[in-house]
Nanobody, 126 residues
Framework: QLQASGGGSVQAGGSLRVSCAAS????????TAWFRQAPGKEREYVAD??????????NYADSVKGRFTISRDNAKNTVYLQMNSLKFEDTAVYYC???????????????????WGQGTLVTVSS
């Protein structure tokens, strides 16, 4: 089970960190991702972090590269998404997702992930 938390309201240019805590599974053995869904739009990929065995490789959507950082605390079995320099267009419900599947290519599709947490709302005001 995945539990997302940490959403809230922030002004443009501000920072926020959302968390994804897992129970019953070990995130260091999985690929974990963040997706987001704005009102009226499809769910879109934000970032992912691979299992420790894959050197915890990270990947980001172009729209957040350089502003967002995904990380994992293995001791807490939690994945974080640090969001800096937030923009109005970052407003969305943020979802964490995980899978035990591993392959070399990009894992940016919703269908790549089998487990999903409930969303946490991030609102950025201009």
């Amino acid at each position: 089970q995945l539990q997302a938390s940490g959403g809230g309201s922030v002004q443009a240019g501000g920072s926020l960190r959302v968390s994804c805590a897992a129970s019953g599974r070990t995130l260091s053995r999985m690929t974990t991702a963040w997706f987001r869904q704005a009102p009226g739009k499809e769910r879109e990929y934000v970032a992912d972090i691979r299992r420790s065995l894959s050197s915890s490789f990270t990947n980001y959507a172009d729209s957040v590269k350089g502003r967002f950082t995904i990380s994992r605390d293995n001791a807490k079995n939690t994945v974080y998404l640090q969001m800096n320099s937030l923009k109005f267009e970052d407003t969305a419900v943020y979802y964490c997702a995980a899978t035990e599947r591993h392959f070399l290519g990009l894992m940016t599709r919703v269908s790549d992930y089998s487990s999903w947490g409930q969303g946490t709302l991030v609102t950025v005001s201009s």
